[in-house]
């Protein structure tokens, strides 16, 4: 492979940095490392320039089945275009997807970061026993259900999501039922809704809020490595 366009920021990341210059296009989402060398931006996540993917003639477009919609999938394969379309739903299934992707279809040597991260993830201490509920939203209120990436990542550190068994991966919850959920914190990551600290602990008063960086806490590549220790930082931070 040697042209390969992303149309999943944590792809785009874990790509750029094991091989340098296969990327020529990314998405406007895509934001790590910073310097992405020449790939040509082409729309967002769900509103990709099919056309324009199509002219950077790549030999490989990478996706994933919650980030990507199936229609623009579609429309690639339908140009002739090879779609990888990966699936992570917790972090085994992340670490296999990336060495599929990196070394069994790109032919890259494993690259240092995945291993230091398996070898992060495997030596994680819960923070404690807790239990949480994640927004991903406001307006309405989203949050975490089953069978989620971010919900795993906080079950290894000790974090117990009320709304893991869910039967909807990203219910809408009334407002009155989470502050009234009786848990021990909220968690506010800062992607895809930019929860701050103006913006969403004063709806729960009485819940400890712990913000996080999104990366962190739902993209899988590099971050990984430093994972454990940040979000376990903030998550014990009062």
Request: proline share 8%; aromatic share 6%.
């Amino acid at each position: 492979m040697r042209r390969v366009v992303s149309l999943v920021p944590s792809l785009t990341e874990a790509v750029a940095v094991s091989a340098p210059g296969l990327l020529v296009g990314v998405t406007d989402w895509c934001t790590h490392p910073e310097d992405l060398g020449g790939a040509v931006r082409i729309g967002g996540t769900k509103n990709p320039d099919v056309r324009a993917i199509v002219e950077l003639r790549p030999d490989l477009v990478i996706a994933n089945e919650e980030e990507n919609r199936a229609p623009d999938l579609a429309a690639l394969r339908a140009a002739g275009l090879e779609v990888l379309v990966t699936e992570i739903r917790d972090l085994p299934q992340a670490l296999r997807e990336l060495d599929l992707l990196l070394v069994g279809v790109l032919g890259l040597a494993r690259p240092g970061w995945l291993v230091d991260a398996e070898v992060a993830w495997a030596r994680v201490e819960p923070v404690g026993e807790l239990t949480a509920f994640v927004p991903v939203w406001r307006k309405p209120w989203m949050v975490l259900g089953r069978d989620t990436f971010a919900g795993d990542l906080l079950a290894r550190l000790g974090v117990r999501n009320v709304y893991a068994g869910h039967a909807e991966r990203y219910p809408r919850i009334p407002l009155e039922e989470l502050a009234g959920s009786g848990c021990d914190l909220v968690v506010l990551p800062d992607e895809p809704y930019r929860f701050t600290a103006e913006d969403g602990p004063e709806a729960f008063p009485g819940i400890r809020a712990a913000l996080v960086s999104g990366r962190h806490l739902t993209w899988y590549g590099p971050s990984l490595v430093r994972a454990p220790r940040i979000l376990a930082e903030r998550l014990r931070s009062r």
